[in-house]
């Protein structure tokens, strides 16, 4: 099974910026990064497959940019222009989710001043 850990979370202000990092313990052909705030549902906020095609949710098209390290499998998320409804915990995960893979911990986004 494929193992994930995501990393890179923190406090920023809005407007700032932040890159997460997703190490994974094998190849996956789409990775996504997923975000779950307290009280709503865990939600796809970027994909990206192993030759480099990307889908965003328009909330974020603009402001974020996802990409991938082959080599080291190893998935990014840059965010910038960061807005208080961004802060959730993120996770890393195949898209689509398999029941294979386990979800990491996460790593939490808070966006305040």
């Known amino acids: 099974q494929v193992q994930l850990v995501e990393s890179g979370g923190g406090l920023v202000q809005p407007g700032g910026s932040l890159r997460l990092s997703c190490a994974a313990s094998?190849?996956?052909?789409?990775m996504g990064w997923y975000r779950q705030a307290p009280g709503l549902q865990r939600e796809l906020v970027a994909s990206i497959t192993s030759g480099g095609s990307t889908y965003y949710v328009d909330s974020v098209k603009g402001r974020f940019t996802i990409s991938r390290d082959g080599a080291k499998n190893t998935v990014y998320l840059q965010m910038n222009s960061l807005k208080p409804e961004d802060a959730a915990v993120y996770y890393c995960?195949?898209?689509?989710?398999?029941?294979?893979?386990?979800w990491g911990r996460g790593t939490q986004v808070t966006v305040s001043l």
């Open positions: 094998g190849s996956i052909y789409r």
């Open positions: 995960n195949t898209v689509p989710l398999l029941s294979a893979t386990k």
